[in-house]
């Protein structure tokens, strides 16, 4: 499994492309465990009610135009659960030595 470099500071990435990756790659750069051995691996994100991403183009109109109904979709039913994160259990799959510590979401870091 690849170690994973995140998006931190200063850097923001736009909502779209963000929603983009998750449909995608069942993952983003965004969304990752940390762990106490200093490596960073990226969390499956499963977000099963998203429409497809081959019905939009690739240019930003097109991702702009899929985000707002990813949105609407997302919203449509607001007691519903759409998306689910899934950290990987044990240890480390970089070097199998490191404890997860951190689930990273954007800004918020939670303990785990």
């Not at 963000?18 to 069942?26: D, M, P």
């Not at 762990?35 to 991702?63: F, I, M, W």
């Not at 998306?83 to 070097?95: D, L, M, S, Y």
Request: glycine share 8%; with cysteine.
């Amino acid at each position: 499994m690849q170690e994973l470099s995140l998006v931190e500071g200063n850097q923001r990435r736009d909502l779209a492309d963000v929603v983009w990756q998750i449909a995608e790659r069942r993952g983003c750069n965004e969304i990752a465990v940390r762990y106490d051995c200093g490596h960073t691996l990226r969390a499956e994100v499963s977000a099963p009610s998203l429409p497809k991403t081959q019905e939009y183009g690739g240019n930003d109109a097109e991702k702009d135009r899929y985000v707002r109904h990813c949105l609407h979709v997302l919203t449509r039913d607001p007691g519903a659960s759409h998306v689910q994160v899934t950290v990987p259990e044990g240890r480390c799959r970089h070097c199998q030595r490191g404890q997860r510590q951190t689930l990273v979401c954007g800004a918020i870091h939670a303990d785990l």
